[in-house]
Structure formats: C-alpha cells, structure tokens
T-cell receptor, first 117, second 111 residues
C-alpha cells in the first residue's frame, strides 16, 4: 500500500539558510500534518492543513511557513535556519473530514532529517 | 504538565515475556493512538482506540483505555527482539486533530 512520501530524506544546511521540505500524502488523504522531533524528544505538532486550508497551528516559529497544494502535497518552508532547528521533521496524512471529527488515524512518513551547521 | 506522560520511561525484558507500557493524559480526548519508533526512524502507527472504546486487540498488541482515570496501557505479548523500539502514545483532543505525544517508553527486548 502507498505510504506518505517525504523528500528529501536528509538535508544539511548552514545557519541562516533556507530549506524546503516536501510531503506527499497517501492517495485520497486530504489532511496533512507536520511534526518536529528534536534529538531524544517526542514529536511536537507544527501545523496542519485540511483541503488546502490551514486547519490547526502549533508551536511553529514565524520563520517557518507551510502550504498545501491542489494535488494535496504540502511543503514546509524554513528560513533563517538556526542550530536548534536540527531535527527530524515528520509529515503525516489522514482522511480527515473536518476539524470536529478528530478520529482518524494519522499515517506518518519516514521523516526528513535536517542538520543545521 | 505534559499531555500523554508515559510510564515507564525505559523497560528491559527477555524475549517471550510480556511488556506493559502505560500512558496518562490530562484533558478529554477523541482518541488515543500508539506509535512505535525505531531509533531515529519514522513513526509506525500501531493501534487507535476511540474514547468510547475500552479495549482493542491487534495481533500481539492489546490496548486498554480508561477515560475515568485518563489512562491507557499497551500490552505486547510474547515479545521478540524485533519489538525493541520506543513506543509513544498520542492523543487527539476535542476540536483538534493534531496529536499530542507523550515522552515515550524505550523498550529493549533481550534475546
């Protein structure tokens, strides 16, 4: 079965550079979530999109932005990178039917490991 | 305090034994999900239990949910060395589909 695809799998950047992470959800899934997992930490929710609209927002820095496109793939754009941004970034997708359900399984991609030097 | 606290933080058992991990949370939830993560790798969804369910099985996994105590447990029976991983519980809270993860339990199954 098709899974969530994330690219790139590994990314090395210098401080103050920008990075773009891509996520391709499971076919027919209309909701995408982004999570950040620092070394030895639990995943932290960043932002989510349902039907190309932002549906929820967590602890996402102002330097980060994201969007979901017409084909439901999503991109997380990170600017002015800092050392503390080094982490695993996960994308998850679900067949969400609106904010008031909240009952659908989220399937995670393999993650993008971002290293900021 | 952190939503989804897990207990124990680390667990080491012998192959064939059962492993039990517990998760507590603080607010009302829509569902609770358990995930597994091998070191530095992706999160693999194991099982979802809804707030109106009390117990669920999937293969060697058994999950219970006690909403009155705001707690859940994950039991892995007849453990194998390949079960070695970190296990996270995650809750979806009312009005939101975002998941709030616990700190995880690091399980080591010794052959």
């Amino acid at each position: 079965a098709a899974g969530v695809i994330q690219s790139p799998r590994h990314l090395i950047k210098e401080k103050r550079e920008t990075a773009t992470l891509k996520c391709y959800p499971i076919p027919r899934h209309d909701t995408v979530y982004w999570y950040q997992q620092g070394p030895g930490q639990d995943p932290q929710f960043l932002i989510s999109f349902y039907e190309k609209m932002q549906s929820d927002k967590g602890s996402i820095p102002d330097r980060f932005s994201a969007q979901q496109f017409s084909d439901y793939h999503s991109e997380l754009n990170m600017s002015s990178l800092e050392l503390g941004d080094s982490a695993l970034y996960f994308c998850a997708s679900s067949l969400g039917q609106g904010w008031d359900l909240g009952t659908d399984t989220q399937y995670f991609g393999p993650g993008t490991r971002l290293t900021v030097l | 305090s952190q939503q989804g606290e897990e207990d124990p933080q680390a667990l080491s058992i012998q192959e064939g034994e059962n492993a039990t991990m517990n998760c507590s949370y603080k607010t009302s939830i829509n569902n609770l999900q358990w995930y597994r993560q091998n070191s530095g790798r992706g999160l693999v969804h194991l099982i979802l239990i809804r707030s109106n369910e009390r117990e669920k099985h999937s293969g060697r996994l058994r999950v219970t949910l006690d909403t009155s105590k705001k707690s859940s447990s994950l039991l892995i029976t007849a453990s194998r060395a390949a079960d070695t991983a970190s296990y996270f519980c995650a809750t979806a809270q009312g009005g939101s589909e975002k998941l709030v993860f616990g700190k995880g339990t690091k399980l080591t199954v010794n052959p």
